[in-house]
């Protein structure tokens, strides 16, 4: 079973609009941790936000927020205002294991962003 | 914030030989280290977890003899692909994690290699 599912391969939207990317994940863990990643083109991973399974409010990082439903197991990521650089690969992430060597960060199959201008 | 560097950016080498990929922690300590492998279009899959002073943890599937990885201090870790072939032509990239502090994950800026 996939551990992180995103299921928009692909989005266009217009300059400018607020974009929700979607996220859900699996696991058993009552602890555990979800991030959210930019990657342009050039191949790097940038860290945008970051959601603890025990944090009570929604993360907010600037023009990102995760909107967090524990119970129903989504971490989508809300992009306001969207701008024709947040083009890019989107990729959602869950951290399990919290003891040494158990660490794990596992990807979702990412969403590719497209900002028409 | 926490930086990690990649070496080299982009290798090209012949079937049969061997290379190797540094992940170096500048500002930070990172006992625990990531290799991702990532094809085009496709996600990052985890190979291994590089722990410092122990032996690394391979995923299922990942050729432990092919993917050599050595955690030899808190701020370095190495992948050697040895004796390479055109099929190992891959996107690579490692991660650390602070062991203090942050939660988050810092990427290196990945390795492109290609083999001929």
């Known amino acids: 079973a996939q551990k992180i599912t995103q299921t928009q391969p692909g989005m266009f939207v217009q300059e400018k609009e607020a974009v929700t990317l979607d996220c859900t994940y699996d696991t058993s863990d009552p602890s555990y941790g979800l991030f959210w990643y930019k990657q342009p083109s050039s191949g790097e991973m940038i860290f945008l936000i970051y959601?603890?399974?025990?944090?009570?409010q929604n993360a907010t990082e600037g023009r990102y927020s995760l909107n967090f439903q524990k119970a129903r197991k989504s971490a989508n990521l809300v992009i306001s205002a969207s701008q024709l650089g947040d083009s890019a690969m989107y990729f959602c992430a869950m951290r399990e294991g919290w003891d040494f060597g158990n660490e794990k960060l596992t990807f979702g199959t990412g969403t590719r962003l497209t900002i028409i201008p | 914030g926490a930086v990690v560097s990649q070496h080299p950016s982009r290798v090209i080498c012949k079937s049969g030989t061997s290379v190797k990929i540094e992940c170096r922690s500048l500002?930070?300590?990172?006992?625990?280290m990531f290799w991702y492998r990532q094809f085009p279009k496709q996600s990052l899959m985890l190979m291994a977890t590089?722990?410092?002073?122990?032996?690394?943890?391979?995923e299922q599937g990942v050729e432990k003899d092919k993917f050599l990885i050595n955690h030899a201090s808190l701020t370095l870790s190495t992948l050697t692909v040895t004796s390479a072939h055109p099929e190992d032509s891959s996107f690579y990239i490692c991660?650390?994690?602070?062991?203090?502090?942050?939660?988050?994950?810092?990427f290196g800026s990945g390795t492109r290699l290609t083999v001929v």
């Open positions: 991660s650390a994690r602070p062991d203090r502090g942050l939660n988050g994950y810092t």
């Open positions: 500002d930070f300590q990172a006992t625990t």
């Open positions: 590089s722990n410092e002073g122990s032996k690394a943890t391979y």
């Open positions: 959601q603890g399974s025990y944090d009570q």
